[in-house]
């Protein structure tokens, strides 16, 4: 070992003075009890220096290290620095991700539109339903102006959906006839949903007299479409027709259905609903 003189310029090495504390912390190397407190050294370890604190053997004068007092403040620290970092790691993740999607949905928008000021329907329907799942008030006007266009061309879902922005006056002033107009329309082409909801404006009477024979059609055709409220909607109110007029509303089902090749089966319901309605 050096002499203690010879190693002036490290002050770690310098005996303390009898002011410096002495500790009971066990030598690694010797197992001598008295020891002092050494100094962090640039070439320590990161983790060293965290967690644990360095001796001297009062002894042996070897350099030892034990876990430092506040070690357990330490890893609370340290844990709660690196959960920081990985909640930014991600949330910049996160967002980094959003802008694109929305980059992507704008870009097919705006395809969408030049289709549309070409004069495709489809296209201008998808433009108004973009507007319309956009959840904002302001841009009721822009989906109702370009379902009214893609309506004009017949495209039926826009018939449908501009005929229910006329109902609920969602971006256009609120007209019932304009609606039931428009709705009618894509009912006549098939549309189930209109179907239904044509069937439900002749038994309320919205936008049209109050019949519940056309209303019965309706809720008929839009039921042998799917439409499971259409056909509890029919069985209610045919309670409240006559043969007579279940029968013709039946026939003119079939006509507006174009089922005229399913005449068979048109006369085995309709004496079924013969027999059903004779026992009421």
């Known amino acids: 070992m050096k002499p203690i003189s010879q190693e002036s310029h490290d002050s770690e ?3 303390p003075s009898k002011s410096a504390p002495i ?9 001598h009890s008295k020891a002092w407190g050494s100094t962090i050294r640039s070439s320590d370890s990161l983790f060293h220096m965290l967690f644990y604190k360095p ?26 620095v690196l959960l920081v970092a990985v909640l930014g790691i991600c949330t910049k993740s996160l967002f980094a991700t959003k802008p694109t999607e929305q980059t992507l949905s704008l870009v097919e928008n705006d395809k969408a539109k030049r289709r549309a000021q070409e004069g495709d329907s489809d296209a201008a329907l998808q433009v108004g339903m973009n507007y319309i799942n956009n959840g904002s008030i302001t841009k009721r006007k822009e989906a109702a102006k370009w379902l009214e266009q893609s ?7 826009a018939q449908y959906y501009y005929g229910l922005s006329l109902l609920g006056g969602q971006g256009v002033i ?11 329309k894509a009912a006549r082409r098939g549309h189930p949903e209109a179907q239904y909801s044509l ?3 002749y038994r309320k009477g919205t936008g049209v007299e109050i019949d519940r024979g056309r209303a019965y059609l309706w809720f008929n055709l839009a039921a042998a479409q799917g439409i499971q409220d259409a056909a509890r909607n029919r069985d209610s109110i045919a309670n409240h027709l006559s043969l007579e007029e279940v029968l013709a509303m039946q026939e003119e089902a079939y006509r507006i259905g174009g089922m005229a090749d399913d005449a068979t089966k048109f006369s085995d319901s309709t004496l079924e609903t ?7």
């Open 199 to 201: 069937g439900k404006m």
């Open 274 to 280: 013969s027999q059903d309605l004779s026992l009421k």
């Open 174 to 184: 609120q007209d019932y006839k304009a609606g039931f107009f428009w709705i009618d």
């Open 13 to 15: 090495y310098l005996i």
């Open 151 to 157: 309506a004009k061309k017949n495209n039926t879902d």
């Open 23 to 31: 500790l009971s912390h066990a030598c690694t190397r010797c197992g």
């Open 55 to 80: 001796y001297r053997c009062r002894a042996c004068m070897s350099r030892f290290w034990k876990l430092h007092s506040t070690f357990r403040l330490n890893v609370f620290i340290a844990s709660i």
